[in-house]
T-cell receptor
Framework: EVQLVESGGGLVKPGRSLRLSCTGSGFTLGDYAMNWFRQAPGKGLEWVGFIRSKPYGGTTQYAASVKGRFTISRDESKSIVYLQMNNLKTEDTAVYYCTRDRDAAPYCNGGRCYWGPPWFDPRGQGTRVTVSS | DIQMTQSPSTLSASVGDRVTITCRAS??????LAWYQQKPGKAPKLLIY???TLENGVPSRFTGSGSGTEFTLTISSLQPDDFATYHCQQYHSYAYTFGQGTKLEIK
């Protein structure tokens, strides 16, 4: 059974760093693209970033709001995806969720590949990050 | 970024009703659209992907349709468990973007 468990959240001051972890089980982490999303209190969902699966280079992409501050990486030996968050701002306060792409391979056509859809573990509750002085 | 406009933001309905939620993309996303259901304090649950494909285990009363820029999610006969917030999301291009959400409330 596929499971994703986020951890590492907490209360942190602006300008500080935090590292979130997403531990996957029931599948081989390196075979799948993984995303991080977040949801600020009472707000909608926001995509944070993405790491491609190992066969596709394991490269990353980020939302403009976090680019240069956040870094996604993975440790396949531990089946963990990390979200390193530096220079945190109050607007980064949110519940953070990781997702696995529903399917291992993207759909590629005409030189372009389409990833996703992101699959959230419906049993998950995310990990809460509060940035406040 | 592609903007996703979802309507209505709130929908009041009764058990047994048929309801429809609309999602509009600011540019064509082909069929790269997903619908999620979210309950308070929980992660979203994938209901439909590729605009109209039902995720495994999701009841057949949920139907997705559309392509290009106009999409709908229809629930044919509301059940008590369906009262939740629904989100559409495009995964055609990064940054992935979501609609504002539709809160489905009991009338």
């Amino acid at each position: 059974e596929v499971q994703l468990v986020e951890s590492g959240g907490g209360l942190v001051k602006p300008g500080r760093s935090l590292r979130l972890s997403c531990t996957g089980s029931g599948f081989t982490l390196g075979d799948y693209a993984m995303n991080w999303f977040r949801q600020a209190p009472g707000k909608g969902l926001e995509w944070v970033g993405f790491i491609r699966s190992k066969p596709y280079g394991g490269t990353t992409q980020y939302a403009a709001s976090v680019k240069g501050r956040f870094t996604i990486s993975r440790d396949e030996s531990k089946s963990i995806v990390y979200l390193q968050m530096n220079n945190l701002k109050t607007e980064d306060t949110a519940v953070y969720y990781c997702t696995r792409d529903r399917d291992a391979a993207p759909y590629c056509n005409g030189g372009r590949c389409y990833w996703g859809p992101p699959w959230f573990d419906p049993r998950g509750q995310g990990t809460r990050v509060t940035v406040s002085s | 970024d592609i903007q996703m406009t979802q309507s209505p933001s709130t929908l009041s309905a009764s058990v047994g009703d048929r309801v429809t939620i609309t999602c509009r993309a600011s540019q064509s996303i082909s069929s790269w659209l997903a619908w999620y259901q979210q309950k308070p304090g929980k992660a979203p649950k994938l209901l439909i992907y590729e605009a109209s494909t039902l995720e495994n285990g999701v009841p057949s009363r949920f139907t997705g349709s559309g392509s290009g820029t106009e999409f709908t999610l229809t629930i044919s006969s509301l059940q008590p468990d369906d009262f939740a917030t629904y989100h559409c999301q495009q995964y055609h291009s990064y940054a992935y973007t979501f609609g504002q959400g539709t809160k489905l409330e009991i009338k």
